[in-house]
Structure formats: C-alpha cells, structure tokens
C-alpha cells in the first residue's frame, strides 16, 4: 500500500509538471505583452499650453455619410485651445446629410470650411481622396487628418504639437481611447487591440524598431508636416491601400523620415462601430488586407500570414475546449490539468483587460465567445483576400511585395 501510495504522487507530481509546463505560454505571454506596452508614451508628458510660436495647423476631415458624427468631431475641434487652426471638412459625397450639417457650423465660425469631393479618379480608395484634397486646400504648416468618428480633448491640438516639435518628427501620430457601448463592443474591441498590442509592442517598440514592417500609425488622429507631406507626393503615394495610415508610416520611415506613436488616452476618444455587423465589417476591411503590410520577412511572411491571424484567436481557444471534452471523457490525466490551469490563466488575463479598458471583468467569462467572433472576422477577411468594401464603395488593396 505503501509503494503504491509513493507512485500515485510521483505520477501525479510528474503530469502536473508536464501540466504546468505546457501551460506556460498561456501564463506567461499575456504578461509579456502587458510588459511591453507599460513602456509606452504619453502625450500626458507633454504641455499643454501651445508654443509661443505656434504654427498654423490644418485639421482635415474626410467626411462620407458621417451625419451622426461630424457636428461633435467639429465642435470638439473648435474647443481646442491652440491657438491657431483652420478646420476643412471634406464632403465625400455624402446622402445623409452631413455637408449640410458641417456648413451649419461653418456659417457660425470662420475658422470651418466645407468643401465638396470631386469624383473618385480609378485607381483611388475614397478617404486618401478626400484626405489628398483637403491638404490641396490646406494653408497649415502642419496637417493633421482626423475620423468624423473622433472626439478631441481641449489640449490634444497643443499637447501634440509640442510633441511633434520636441521629437523633430515629419509625421506623429496619437494612439487614443476606443469608446465602447454595445455588448459586442465591450466583448471584441479590447481582444482585437489586445492582439494589436501583441504584434506591436508599446509606442517605444514601435518608435525604436529599426523594421519598417514594425512601423503604424492612426489614421483617427495623424499629423504631418506640410513640407514632408508634399515631399512625399501627399496621399498618392498610398492611394491604393487598404490601410493608409500603415504604409504612410511605413513609407516615411523608408524615406529616411521621422515618425513618431504616442499614446493620448485622456485627449482623444473615438467609437469605431456601434454594432455586430460594423465590427465585423469594419474589421474585416483591415486585418488581412492591411495586416499583411505589417508582417516582417517579406513575401515569406506574407504567406504564412494568414495561418499566423487565425493561430491568435484558436490559442485562445484551445484551452476551453479541451476543458469541454474533460467532459465527455476524451482527455483525461494530464491534459485535464493542462487544460483547466490554462483556462484559468486566460480569465484572469482577460478579467485585467476588461478591467483597464474600463468594462466590466465578468466579460472575462464571455472571452470565449469573443474569440469565435474574432476567428469569424480572421477567416472571412482571409477568404475576400485584398477585395475590400467600404460605405457603398468596392475596391482592390494594393500589396507590397518587396523584402
């Protein structure tokens, strides 16, 4: 009885080693990529009052069907205590209303302009469009590109100014907080951008990557120099590819220029989507398309990119599977420990990200749920391949093959 006491414990010793150690990865990763995002910056770091010399800024909104949006964008603008800015908003052939809207609030501050776009030329994505003419009407010495879906804090404009003169950059770039309403909101957005952070690492991973594929920006709030701008054949040089903000980053760092990612979670807000279907949409707009613009080694990681998306959201649920087959008598040992430490590992991980994204952690409970929603976006983004359609409008993203 003896004997067999002392083999029943180093057994049971040996599978919860193997158990722990298989479990590793789950524990330990999620903390590695919270690590690596601490070491981010902030434009909290920077003033808030405006230099003394402050340039001329140009804020150009791209707007198409944006009437439940450009009235707040505008005014959060107008707000801004810097002291000098003009704000053109871009008219992209809007049936909704919101040119209407815009120049409401331009009759009432002359500091707003609205503009019409003309017809998209073939061979042109509609924001780089509009974005490309409103910098044609811009007198600023600095452009800054927003999202009618934005929201601007009163001392973004100075805080980011200040920070694009003390690093000397040609293009800065603010990293702000996602507002979230819905259910699915709540549940998908913060495992996306947690997987976002997984690939980039904080804004200093970012902004000392020697890698042009480590380089980003945000399309949401994006400035560049006037200078820079027209040096670099303004949006043309993107005017094909899905995700603008990306390569424009990735093409200024290749050009030998500086750019800059900063995080300004207190100056600056947006609400990407407001539903199931937005999401999915939205997103699947993005992460194939663009996120192979993204990936290093070139041609080679662009092939296996695609098993590289789908493995993100399957790792995650493995372990929760495996914990269901427990059930039906399939795993048993070993792979019983390993699944249930792992599980446990990813709620406690996912209740901490709930939590600093400001949602309740009993969503943590629901990440499951939230990884099958995140696979259906991965597998139907893969399958549409570089076809994209985006507010009535379709179109086919270039890809950069080189490297």
Excluded at 44 to 65: G, K, T
Excluded at 73 to 102: F, K, N, Q, W
Excluded at 285 to 292: I, S, T
């Amino acid at each position: 009885m003896v004997f067999f006491g002392v083999l029943v414990s180093v057994f049971s010793h040996h599978a919860l080693g193997i158990a722990v150690a298989a479990a590793l990865p789950w524990i330990v990763v999620p903390w590695m990529i919270l690590a690596r995002w601490s070491r981010s910056k902030s434009l909290d770091e920077e003033s808030p009052r405006a230099p003394d010399d402050a340039p001329l800024v140009s804020i150009i909104i791209p707007a198409r069907n944006e009437a439940h949006n450009i009235a707040d964008c505008v005014r959060t603008v107008l707000a801004s205590t810097y002291p000098r800015l003009e704000v053109i908003v871009v008219d992209d052939h809007s049936t909704d209303g919101t040119g209407e809207i815009a120049r409401a609030i331009a009759e009432m501050d002359v500091r707003v302009r609205v503009i019409d776009n003309p017809d998209l030329p073939a061979g042109w994505f509609g924001k780089q469009w509009a974005c490309q003419h409103g910098a044609d009407s811009a007198q600023g010495a600095i452009l800054i590109f927003v999202d009618a879906d934005t929201r601007l804090g009163t001392d973004l404009l100075a805080r980011s100014v200040n920070g694009m003169q003390r690093t000397q950059a040609d293009l800065y770039t603010v990293l702000g907080r996602q507002e979230m309403e819905s259910f699915w909101e709540r549940l998908v957005q913060p495992q996306i951008f947690t997987l976002l952070w997984a690939r980039y690492g904080g804004t200093e991973w970012i902004n000392r990557s020697a890698h042009v594929a480590d380089k980003i920006a945000n399309g949401q709030y994006l400035m560049i120099r006037r200078t820079a701008y027209d040096a670099m054949q303004g949006h043309a040089l993107v005017r094909a590819f899905v995700a603008e903000d990306l390569m424009l980053a990735q093409q200024y760092f290749a050009a030998g220029r500086t750019t800059v990612v900063v995080i300004g979670l207190q100056q600056l807000s947006t609400r990407m989507y407001t539903s199931l279907g937005e999401l999915v949409q939205g997103w699947g707009k993005n992460v194939f398309a663009a996120g192979r613009e993204a990936v290093p080694f070139g041609k080679m990681g662009q092939v296996f990119f695609p098993v590289v998306l789908l493995a993100m959201p399957v790792l995650q649920l493995i372990p929760v599977v495996t914990l269901l087959a427990v059930l039906t008598g399939i795993v048993v040992g070993a792979g019983v420990i390993w699944a249930a430490i792992a599980t446990v590992a990813l709620l406690v991980w996912w209740a901490f990200v709930y939590w600093f994204e400001g949602q309740r952690i009993v969503y943590a409970v629901c990440c499951p749920l939230g990884a099958i929603v995140v696979l259906y976006i991965f597998v139907s983004a893969i399958i549409r391949g570089r076809r994209v359609s985006w507010k009535g409008r379709r179109y086919v993203s270039t890809v950069v093959t080189e490297g």
